[in-house]
């Protein structure tokens, strides 16, 4: 049988075969302990987790010593977050964040909620984006923490970085950010946006699951975090733990192709998700893009079409891997918080789906998704009770009729 085309990015990438490779002698001949000080096997693990902190860092003009190694990105954020949060509780309790995040950054916002921090959860605008007036506005001097992701998982927005990390430095406060869909994807600079924690994930960026680091300035300021982990010590005390050699190497390398390519891919990525939409809109009577257009990822496309089910949609689809809203969240199956963001309607919400075109991702089967998704879509438009009662002439608003 063959495989479904791979259309969901955001959720996971392959492994490339070049970090595959670079991952390999972890495994067997190299597969000493970094923290075995005492024989070569140990030195050669410590020199190649070092090479490993090096790539990773070139991408975010950070310095390897403030990168600490986790077993991924929901790790990070909880470091990052309830990390700073405890660290910080004699100077202020208050944390901003915003309704789009990841749940690996509102869960451990909810949780310090419940152990009396105030937390502010920022609305966003219509494309997704956050009212930098609202936030200065929610800056108090109790504020020791900001945490606003870079890029979406489900919308693809990219937030004013910049912007952000400029007031709350001016404030006194540090700035978080959720970075796993952005890292290697676009430019990120940690100086220049005065950014002071940042997350990521390996397997985001074709990287292997179960790996991801933590960016922890060192100077100006200097962030002080409160483990979540202790034992050994590795990671200069923040994350206790044998490192996972094989995965860091898999995110050094991963991450020094990432951006070795990232202008090139981008490029590419651009053009196959305009092309998508543009067979989409030529194809179909409705596409709603959810998020704006002009900051977003490149092999980002989220759309609704109106009267009709996500799910059934996908289901009718088994020959293309998408997704309705995030993977993480859609175990739960419970409707997008990212769109309901947005302030969309049900039936948008529950119409949507979500495009991560990625590296491997082909011309021929973006054309081949468009055509596919296209004609079921058409099929289930003829299918539903509104789209009869238009036809029949009769226009009345979705809440007349009975959900299904
Ligand atoms: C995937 C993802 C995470 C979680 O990363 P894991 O490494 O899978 O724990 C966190 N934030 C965002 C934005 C993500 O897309």
């Not at 890029?151 to 430095?169: F, M, S, T, Y």
């Not at 940690?190 to 074709?206: F, G």
């Not at 079921?376 to 238009?390: F, G, I, K, M, Q």
Request: aromatic residues 4%; glycine residues 8%; contains cysteine.
């Amino acid at each position: 049988m063959k495989r479904p085309i791979y259309l969901d990015n955001h959720a996971t990438t392959p492994v490339d075969p070049r970090v595959l490779e670079a991952m390999l002698p972890t495994f067997s001949v190299d597969f000493g302990n970094p923290a075995s000080p005492n024989h070569a096997y140990g030195w050669e693990a410590e020199e190649r987790v070092q090479i490993a902190r090096e790539q990773v860092a070139a991408v975010i003009g950070a310095e390897p010593e403030e990168i600490i190694f986790t077993s991924g990105a929901t790790e990070s954020d909880n470091l990052a977050i309830r990390g700073t949060a405890l660290a910080q509780r004699p100077r202020g309790s208050h944390i901003i964040t915003a309704a789009t995040e990841h749940r690996a950054v509102l869960d451990p916002c909810a949780r310090l909620a419940r152990e009396g921090f105030h937390v502010t959860v920022l609305p966003v605008q219509s494309g997704g984006l956050i009212d930098l007036a609202a936030l200065e506005a929610s800056i108090t001097d109790e504020t020791t923490l900001i945490s606003i992701m870079a890029a979406n998982n489900e919308i693809g927005v990219l937030q004013p970085l910049h912007e952000i990390g400029a007031l709350a430095r001016a404030r006194g406060a540090l700035f978080h950010t959720d970075a796993v869909q952005a890292f290697g994807k676009v430019p990120l600079d940690v100086d220049a946006a005065k950014i002071d924690l940042l997350s990521i994930s390996a397997h985001k960026v074709y990287g292997p699951k179960g790996v991801g680091a933590l960016y922890v300035r060192r100077r100006g300021p200097r962030v002080r975090l409160t483990p979540l982990i202790d034992g050994g010590g590795h990671e200069r005390g923040l994350r206790s733990g044998t490192l996972n050699v094989s995965g860091i190497v898999g995110l050094g390398r991963a991450a020094e192709l990432a951006a070795a390519e990232m202008d090139q891919e981008s490029r590419r990525l651009r053009l196959l998700r305009d092309r998508l939409l543009g067979r989409l809109r030529e194809g179909l009577p409705e596409v709603h893009v959810n998020g704006t257009l002009d900051s977003r990822l490149p092999g980002n496309l989220n759309v609704s079409f109106g009267q009709l089910e996500g799910e059934a949609l996908l289901l009718a689809l088994s020959d293309i891997a998408l997704s309705t809203g995030s993977a993480c969240t859609s175990a739960q199956q419970e409707p997008s918080h990212v769109l309901k963001a947005l302030g969309l309607s049900e039936a948008m919400v529950k119409s949507s789906v979500r495009f991560g075109i990625g590296r491997f991702n082909t011309v021929e089967e973006i054309d081949f998704a468009a055509s596919r998704v296209a004609d079921e879509v058409r099929r289930l438009l003829a299918l539903s009770p509104l789209t009869a009662h238009r036809q029949a002439g009769l226009d009345s608003p979705a809440e007349d009729w009975p959900s299904r």
